[in-house]
C-alpha cells in the first residue's frame, strides 16, 4: 500500500465512524421515546381501568332491582281495568256511609302530596295506586276513607304489619284488622285500608264501611 493511499484510508476512517456513532445516538434517542411512550400509555392504561371498575360498580349498584315475577295463576289486573276496580269498592253499599264528593286517585307522585314522608315505605312495597275520598257515617259525621291498591296481597300484608301500632287492638272476628282511637285499619287481598273518624259517632261507624269494602275486594 502506498503512503498516499495509508494516509486517505486515515482520514476517511475517522468521519465513518463518527457518522455511525451519530446514526447510533439517533436511533437511542427515537428508541428511547418510544419506550418512554410505551410506559406513558401502560401507566394511563392501568390509572384508568381502576376508575373504569369503580363506575361500573356504582352504575350497577344503581340499577333497580328486577321486579319479582308475579305468581303462577289468575292474571292480575292493571291500569285502567285496576283503576276501575279501585272506584267501584266506593260504589254500592258502603254500610251505612256515603262518599261526600269523588274518590280521588292517586300515583306514586301523588302519594308523596297525600302522606308525605311516609309515601317511600309503601313505594318501596310496590305501591300502584290509592283511592281517597271524604265520607260521612249515615248521621251525618265525618269520616275519610284510603284505599291502597299494593298490586299483591304479599305486599299489602307487608305494609299492614310496618304500620301496625304497639298501642292497636285486634279485631274480633275481622282477620288483619286494628283498630284504634278514631281510626280503623285492615287489609284484604291486594288492597291496604286506612279510615279515620273525626268524631265518636263517625267512629262507631267505621266497622261497618270496613265490613262493607271487605265484601267488594275479590
Not at 493511499?5 to 482520514?11: M, T
Not at 295463576?73 to 261526600?100: H, I, N, T, Y
Not at 248521621?139 to 304497639?166: L, R
Request: charged residues 25%; neutral net charge.
Amino acid at each position: 500500500m502506498s503512503a498516499a493511499h495509508e494516509i486517505i484510508v486515515c482520514l476517511a476512517r475517522p468521519r465513518n465512524e463518527s457518522l455511525l456513532d451519530a446514526v447510533a445516538l439517533d436511533c437511542r434517542g427515537a428508541l428511547t421515546v418510544v419506550f418512554l411512550a410505551v410506559r406513558i400509555f401502560i401507566f394511563v392504561m392501568l390509572a384508568l381501568i381502576p376508575l373504569a371498575f369503580i363506575g361500573w360498580m356504582v352504575r350497577d349498584g344503581r340499577r333497580a332491582p328486577a321486579p319479582a315475577a308475579a305468581a303462577a295463576g289468575k292474571a292480575r289486573a292493571s291500569g285502567a281495568e285496576a283503576d276501575q276496580g279501585l272506584l267501584a269498592l266506593f260504589q254500592g253499599d258502603l254500610g251505612g256511609a256515603k262518599v261526600k264528593e269523588k274518590v280521588t286517585l292517586y300515583d306514586e307522585k301523588g302519594l308523596f302530596d297525600y302522606i308525605d314522608g311516609a309515601a317511600p315505605i309503601f313505594i318501596q312495597r310496590h305501591f300502584r295506586k290509592l283511592a281517597a275520598a271524604d265520607m260521612a257515617s249515615a248521621e251525618g259525621s265525618d269520616m275519610d276513607c284510603a284505599v291502597y291498591d299494593m298490586a299483591e296481597p304479599a305486599n299489602a300484608q307487608s305494609i299492614f304489619d310496618a304500620e301496625k301500632s304497639a298501642t292497636a287492638k285486634p279485631v274480633a272476628e275481622f282477620p288483619d284488622a286494628i283498630s284504634g282511637p278514631m281510626s280503623f285499619v285492615f287489609r284484604a287481598g291486594r288492597y291496604y285500608v286506612k279510615m279515620t273518624a273525626f268524631d265518636k259517632k263517625a267512629e262507631a261507624a267505621l266497622p261497618g264501611l270496613a265490613k262493607a269494602l271487605k265484601g267488594k275486594m275479590k
